[in-house]
């Protein structure tokens, strides 16, 4: 599975590493160890991978009983995992670092040493017990992982170039023309089904099986549970209510998170921790209100108003449609030939936030539900900001339409109230490429390219 992460570890060892540890977060199976193996298989002279989910005790107590005597440390990491150390020529892997905080403090130890290079994966690496008691070592890049974004899926097709001529289209403001249009969809709604956890994409590469694609994003939905109730003590209830019922949200017209839909009276304050804990498990990209279209659209953030997005449409739709245990392969058909109504809005707004995601971008969107004048009214999808900041113009407001037939209320009035700060409005839908009256429609697989 060609990855984009990979240029980026690349780009660390050229640079920084013997300086810094290079540490990898992201959601469980969203391909962290897996990249880390590969890249040090390939990249070095010789490796080793210490898995803290799996090691005992014995191998554990050498950060700490040897960090004052780092001859001995690799000489018995050399010896337990049989592999000769090369000195500026071999990576040591800590994975699923999380699990032992204790090795993640000695990385301060081992990277002025400067004999090797360090990479650390891991998973909820903020949570208040993986944090406790131990320094971060100020010597840590920290780098995100995602689920597989559009073009990586598109590679493990075997399609190398798509994503290239879609950028050229973008670039100069041309329609893609109508059959590579419909091909390019017919290849977006696959994704929007399979998803983009590395297993998932896998199997459907391997069998074209959407009941055997399902039943791999159900493992991984168990694992997320099981990580929930072993990891979130003391506020693991209220974080699997949260997780059960990102789906029902999501399917409201608003797709704001009422959290008076878990508890009568429920206040922010006491679901804060739950939502703080899914998000740092990557398992869910929150995006927040911002008030004003503004440079610096976190200056302008309404906590307390904040949409829940899961952070893989392809698992949302295996928790979603989940009444028979599987997802029926009659769902995964209408998906697939674009005729299903209800349900659509959500799947769609839910893979255009993961894209957003995955290319970089804070998740914001623009909520007024002013009763006094209509005119200030509206909802906005997101915001995004370019790239280059000037003294205005700087913000693009971005609608998603799931249907043929939309109306634009919003969008057009948030162009009158705020046109100085704007940059250029899009609208994401089925159709291909066009401009009129200002505002630029590009086709959904076009999201990336943002």
Known sequence: MKRKLYARLSEW???GAGRTVLLIDGARRVGKSYIAEEFARAEYKSYILVDFNRIGDDVKSLFVDYLNDLDMLFLRLSAYYNVKLYERESLIVFDEIQLFPRARAALKYLVADGRFDYMETGSLMSIRRNVQDIVIPSEE???YMYPMDFEEFLWALGNETFMGMAAGCFASGK?????????????FRQYLIVGGMPQAVQEYVDTHDFDRVDQVKRDILTLYRADIVKHAQGYEMK????FDEIPAQLQKHEKKFRLSSLKKDARLRDYEDALFWLND???VN????????DIGLKLNRERVTLKCYM????????????ENG??????????????LEVNKGMLVENIVAQMLTAAGHKLYFYSNSSRAASASRMEIDFLIAKNKISSRHNISPIEVKSGKNYTLSSLRKFKDKYGEQLYIPYVLHDGDLKEEDGIRYLPLYMTPLL
Not at 239 to 242: A, D, G, K, M, W
Not at 328 to 339: G, M, T
């Open 239 to 242: 974080v699997e209510s949260i």
């Open 326 to 339: 599987i997802v029926s392969a009659e769902i995964y058909k209408k998906l697939l030939f674009d005729k």
């Open 13 to 15: 060892k050229r640079d």
């Open 281 to 283: 498990a990557m398992i």
């Open 311 to 322: 952070a893989d449409t392809g698992l949302l739709i295996s928790h979603a449609f989940d």
């Open 141 to 143: 890049r920290h780098i």
């Open 175 to 187: 329609p893609m023309g109508q059959a590579m249009h419909r091909k390019a969809m017919d290849l």
């Open 286 to 293: 929150i995006c927040y209100n911002s008030t004003a279209p």
